[in-house]
């Protein structure tokens, strides 16, 4: 039986970096939240116990398909915990600039997970598969519903987060075609505490939510700091920041119309910038 998941783009509304930990990794506090599309993963379970991954789509060939792809691991871990011995023959068209800031191999971790549960026909409950998904990748637990929410720590502390005003909001996302290492951006962050997240409303999360990592992001790719400002400039846009580690930004709009006159006028000034309009992901 064939079967198919999307694996969502994920935005960080707000990331606040609060300290680093005993354990190497940051105490994060973000606002996740998803678009409406993302990379499309294809499967069946095979009884031959093998994991095979094809890929294709407009970053296709920037990843490799092999077991250091979070595709791969993710079926791996999966199958451990489970004592499964069927395999899966699965294929992801990769619609997503690669370590772009916007979840992409985490979100197809997630999607992974997901897929395999029904093909295998799977049961786990929701707490100990979020914690099989954080042995993946730190974002990979949030990414498993792609629904808006708070998370905090690592990535292990969860919490529903409805602003309704963000439900189905026109956004827009943008990569100027730059790849930034996540190690690389969080090694570049000053050490300073700018204080907590507070997003109760959309006000709040407009007007005291920041990225931390910018600044050390646009160190690495100094173009970032011209996406950020075009998309400031765009009639109708509300909020706009860099997502996650970078170098992709993104912007909210108050129409759909707006938003696709900012995109015509972004491709029409830089044709080799990646761009996607979609809207913000409901449950």
């Not at 678009?35 to 296709?60: K, V």
């Not at 993710?74 to 023959?89: D, K, P, T, V």
């Not at 962050?189 to 409303?201: F, K």
């Amino acid at each position: 039986m064939q079967d198919t998941e999307i694996a969502y783009a994920k935005i960080n509304l707000a990331l606040h970096i609060r300290s680093r930990r005993p354990d190497g990794y940051h105490a994060l506090e973000s606002l996740f939240a998803f678009a409406q599309d993302g990379d499309r993963l294809d499967g069946r379970g095979t009884e031959s116990g093998a994991i095979t991954l094809h890929t294709d789509g407009p970053f296709g060939t920037q990843i490799t398909q092999d077991a250091d792809n979070l595709v791969v691991k993710a079926a791996a871990a999966l199958r451990s915990h489970l004592g499964e011995s069927r395999g899966a023959a699965l294929h992801l068209t990769k619609n997503l600039p690669v370590a772009s800031g916007i979840g992409g191999g985490s979100a197809d971790a997630a999607a992974t997970l997901r897929l395999l549960m029904r093909l295998w026909d799977a049961k786990i409950e929701r707490a100990k598969l979020e914690e099989l998904a954080l042995t993946i990748g730190s974002d990979v637990p949030a990414c498993l519903a792609s629904t808006t929410r708070l998370v905090r720590g690592r990535g292990e502390l969860l919490e529903d987060h409805d602003l309704p005003e963000l439900a189905g909001a026109p956004l827009l996302l943008v990569n100027p075609g730059v790849a930034l290492s996540t190690g690389r951006v969080f090694a570049g962050w000053d050490g300073m505490d700018r204080g907590a997240l507070v997003a109760d409303n959309l006000k709040e999360l407009c007007v005291g939510g920041r990225n931390d990592l910018e600044p050390a992001a646009r160190r690495e790719a100094p173009v970032i700091a011209n996406v950020l400002t075009r998309l400031a400039q765009c009639q109708g846009q509300f909020l706009s920041r860099m997502s996650g580690s970078g170098a992709t930004c993104f912007a909210l709009f108050e129409t759909e119309d707006t938003m696709r006159a900012a995109a015509q006028a972004l491709r029409a000034e830089y044709p080799i910038w990646w761009i996607m309009e979609t809207r913000i992901r409901t449950a």
